[in-house]
């Protein structure tokens, strides 16, 4: 078992630029190899796993019933019943319920046993709040379009981080798409890159697949471009070296 399971947040400076979807590739890829895998969201009013995982009203207990102690955290810990190895813990109900960083410490230290990788879907934007959580964890994806707004946003984020002095942080560059490609965006990914001034760890095309299975709560189709990216990222979160490829 692993005593000290990798604890992955998720984050970004815009809202909307995928977080989300992102935990979900990410949470089926990790678990389809051979990783036992938990996300838990701590994005709360935009409380959104259960329909990704097609849960939509199968959720017994939610992180709203353990923070008011009326259950303990596994209580709350569903299985994914499409994908062996994946669990999930939804936000609370009540939008306005708030969680502590140590609050997430906690309920961590008390799952690590169970799981290889616990991932932290978190709320977009540049809040106190949002870091003190974001910090607890030992990498941070920083989640970025090519759009320059959230390219600013993005290098917002990270700037904070480094004041705050983690340097734990990867940057994935999400919906790509072909037109980005064919207009010169390749060559401006080194922009993307060079502007938020983090290590990239994936880039994940604009892909219509994507937003379906997450909209029908459905595992990605075998042939979805964004899989074959989720699937490199999470071999490259697992120490292999997967070499970028743009198409
Ligand atoms: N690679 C992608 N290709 C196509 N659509 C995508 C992709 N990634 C995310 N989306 C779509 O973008 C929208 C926002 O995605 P998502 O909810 O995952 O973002 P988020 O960052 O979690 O948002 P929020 O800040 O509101 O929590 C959704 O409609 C989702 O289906
Ligand atoms: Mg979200």
New binding site residues.
């Given amino acids: 078992m692993a005593k000290n399971p990798k604890l992955i947040a998720i984050t ?1 400076g815009k ?8 935990c979900y590739g990410i949470g089926y890829t990790l678990a389809k190899q051979g990783n036992r895998t938990l996300i838990i969201e701590l ?1 709360f009013g ?1 409380r ?1 796993l259960d329909i990704m995982f097609g849960m939509s009203g199968k959720v017994q207990y939610d992180l709203g019933d353990v923070l008011s102690g009326k259950k303990k955290i596994l209580d709350a810990v569903c299985v994914v019943p499409t994908a062996s190895n994946l669990n999930i813990v939804c936000a609370p109900r009540d939008a306005f319920m708030k969680v502590t960083a140590e609050q997430v410490v906690e309920i961590c230290r008390s799952v690590r046993q169970y799981f290889d990788y616990i991932i932290i ?1 978190t ?2 934007g540049i809040s106190s709040h949002v870091f003190d959580i974001v910090e607890q964890a030992n990498l941070i994806l920083v ?1 970025t379009t090519p759009d320059p707004i959230c390219i600013r946003d993005a290098t917002m984020m990270s700037d904070e981080f480094y004041k705050r002095g983690n340097k734990r942080q990867r940057l994935i560059v ?2 790509l798409s072909k037109n980005d490609i064919k207009t010169g965006m390749i060559t401006n990914l080194d922009e993307i890159i060079d502007t938020v001034g983090i290590q990239l760890l994936g880039v ?5 697949a ?2 379906e299975a ?2 029908k709560g459905t595992p990605l189709s075998p042939t979805s471009p ?1 899989l074959a990216a989720f699937d490199a990222i999470s071999k490259r979160l697992t120490g292999e070296t997967i070499p970028l490829s743009i198409k």
């Fill in positions: 970004s809202g909307g630029t995928g977080k989300s979807s992102i994005d935009l959104c879907d709320g977009a989640v999400n919906k994940i095309p604009e892909d219509f994507l937003k997450t909209g964004s």
